[in-house]
């Protein structure tokens, strides 16, 4: 067998916004192939696992310090997003996708 897809196979995935509309749909489509053995998706509130190799972790995105020995896999995707609508304002819009210390700074 090819060493180069062996390495491919039983794979690790984190995902950081795992529960808005992309989030939810890369949750599901990872948790259906046969190449991730583990998905981990780091959440602001507690979320249902819809499969045994879905890991939620509630985590506070403003101390990732707290959280950061989680952040171990073989490949990480970021779904961060949000609508100006739902964040309802600018500066909290540019929190969600940004990062609190990167708003501060500007």
């Given at each position: 067998m090819?060493?180069?897809y062996?390495?491919?196979?039983?794979?690790k995935a984190?995902?950081?916004?795992?529960t808005?509309?992309t989030?939810?749909?890369l949750?599901q489509?990872?948790?259906?192939?046969?190449?991730?053995e583990?998905?981990?998706?780091f959440?602001r509130k507690?979320?249902?696992?819809t499969?045994?190799?879905?890991k939620?972790h509630v985590?506070?995105?403003?101390?990732?310090?707290e959280?950061?020995?989680?952040?171990?896999?073989d490949?990480?995707?970021s779904?961060l997003?949000?609508?100006?609508?739902?964040?309802g304002?600018?500066?909290?819009?540019r929190?969600?996708e940004?990062?609190?210390a990167?708003?501060?700074?500007?």
């Amino acid at each position: 067998m090819n060493t180069n897809y062996q390495l491919l196979k039983n794979m690790k995935a984190l995902i950081i916004g795992a529960t808005g509309a992309t989030g939810k749909d890369l949750v599901q489509k990872l948790s259906q192939d046969k190449d991730f053995e583990e998905i981990h998706a780091f959440v602001r509130k507690p979320v249902e696992s819809t499969s045994e190799k879905v890991k939620f972790h509630v985590v506070n995105f403003e101390k990732p310090e707290e959280w950061k020995d989680l952040v171990k896999g073989d490949v990480a995707f970021s779904c961060l997003g949000t609508t100006l609508k739902d964040a309802g304002s600018k500066e909290a819009q540019r929190k969600v996708e940004i990062g609190r210390a990167t708003c501060r700074e500007r």
